[in-house]
């Protein structure tokens, strides 16, 4: 008889008494991931036993003196974050229910165990991970996920089962956590101090605004507050949100505008999805008209758009736009999944999703109606390239006219915005001096047209 339980338990005398069979951690008995499932002999055997359990599927052909896991290619992950490098594309972290934290490279591999919650690749150095598992025990490693340190030093509250971090997007070496306060490191996680006083329970969501790093939002149960001071002082800015009928899950900001933000609930109160601000929250607007009444997990901004979003729900994800001015299906090719996290790779505008269930799922961004994708280089030169900082721009548009210049890094944060005049050898001068060191992606948009051109810093 076998049972399964954590593990997996053995009695050759019908129940009287029993022995370890298999197990997910320690020695003794042969390895088998735990928490099983379901248990069923091959028909007409008594040595071949299967086993489900969160680990995928396990077999013994000898009554359990050895095990072999027949997992290969399921695709059944249980996604809580997804993190994807600035500069390589298809390298990726993901924390996973049950099974870790995994990189991608490019196959699957854990780097960290427990349940792998909310992770994160340094935009600047692929080789600096930062990973976590329940509960708010967060660990960084410096060399590709080799070894790890514990990241939370300082730190004297517990945090919720899946504790947000985060990196700042003008500094790298600045990281903030959300735990019942939120939090900021200084040195990449190495230690820890408090820039609030304010929380009450948990924190559910953080967001730093890319042009402007004071700016910083957090959001807990009941109340989503606004420093644009670093932290200095807060200001709770709940307006008309529905923090009475739902939960909210995340935040995203504007990469210009630091008072232009998106929040999103979780809940089946009708119409309680997703809100947008222009003003830092003095007042919100409802924009959920048009998605179903399911919880709202993740939103996404998408850089260079007319403030395109994504949103990820518990059945598909969702876009919208000021042109569209309507939420979207983008669900082609996608199963119905539980989408728990959204990035998006901005060198070759990649939408990447993490689900609850299916493992990891990516397609091409919106394009958006009437906007002309121009990516012939001979369209735009940029010079001198590479550059220690300031850049010359000279370009033939299909029109003349006033264009909209965004500089924006490899993890798709707007850096630069400003407007310039076009006309026939015309040439802009932009500085960039004082920049990480690093590629980036100049963006021309305007009079029906976008083009884009790569450069790099040094």
């Known amino acids: 008889m076998f049972a399964g339980g954590v593990n997996i338990w053995m009695s050759g005398d019908k129940g009287v008494t029993w022995s370890l069979n298999a197990q997910w951690y320690g020695s003794g008995a042969p390895y088998v991931h735990a928490d099983q499932h379901h248990m069923v002999f091959s028909p007409g055997s008594s040595s071949t036993l299967y086993t489900t359990c969160d680990g995928g599927v396990f077999k013994t052909t000898d009554k359990g003196n050895t095990w072999v896991n027949y997992s290969n290619n399921l695709e059944i992950g249980q996604l809580y974050s997804l993190g994807l490098s600035g500069y390589t594309p298809g390298l990726s972290i993901s924390g996973w229910q049950d099974n870790g934290t995994n990189l991608s490279i490019p196959s699957w591999e854990q780097v960290y165990g427990g349940d792998g919650e909310d992770c994160f690749i340094d935009y600047s150095n692929d080789n600096n991970l930062f990973v976590s598992y329940q509960n708010g025990a967060l660990y960084y490693s410096t060399d590709g996920g080799t070894t790890f340190n514990s990241a939370t030093n300082g730190i004297t509250e517990t945090g919720p089962w899946t504790t947000r971090w985060l990196q700042d997007p003008q500094n790298s070496s600045v990281l903030y956590s959300g735990f019942m306060n939120v939090w900021e490191s200084a040195d990449m996680g190495v230690s820890w101090t408090p820039i609030s006083t304010w929380g009450t329970s948990f924190i559910t969501s953080i967001a730093v605004a890319p042009s402007n790093d004071a700016y910083i939002y957090a959001a807990q149960s009941d109340s989503i507050f606004l420093t644009k001071d670093g932290g200095t002082t807060w200001t709770k800015i709940n307006g008309t949100l529905p923090f009475n009928v739902a939960y909210l899950t995340d935040i995203v900001v504007s990469p210009t505008d630091p008072l232009k933000a998106w929040v999103t609930f ?46 990820g729900t518990d059945m598909g994800v969702y876009y919208r736009d000021t042109i569209l001015n309507k939420w979207v299906s983008y669900n082609t090719g996608l199963p119905n999944v539980v989408i728990d ?71 798709g944060q707007n850096v630069y915005h400003s407007k310039i005049l076009i006309s026939p050898n015309s040439v802009s001068e932009i500085d960039l001096s004082g920049y990480n060191k690093g590629v980036y992606f100049i963006a021309l948009t305007g009079n029906e047209s976008k083009i884009e051109k790569k450069i790099v810093l040094y």
Request: proline residues 5%; charged residues 10%.
């Open 341 to 411: 996290d959204l990035q998006i790779y901005s060198p070759d505008n990649t939408l990447v999703a993490g689900t609850f269930g299916r493992g990891v799922w990516q397609t091409s961004t919106y394009v958006a109606v009437g906007i002309k994708q121009l990516t012939s280089v001979s369209n735009i030169n940029v010079f001198p390239n590479p550059s220690s900082g300031k850049v010359n721009i000279k370009a033939n548009m299909a029109k003349e006219g006033m264009y909209t210049i965004d500089v924006v890094n490899m993890l």
């Open 266 to 311: 979780s809940g089946y109160s009708a119409n309680s999805k997703v809100f947008e601000t222009t003003n830092g929250g003095t007042t919100w607007k409802n924009i959920s008209t048009g998605l179903p009444n399911l919880s709202v997990n993740t939103v996404v901004y998408h850089p260079g758009s007319p403030d395109g979003i994504y949103v």
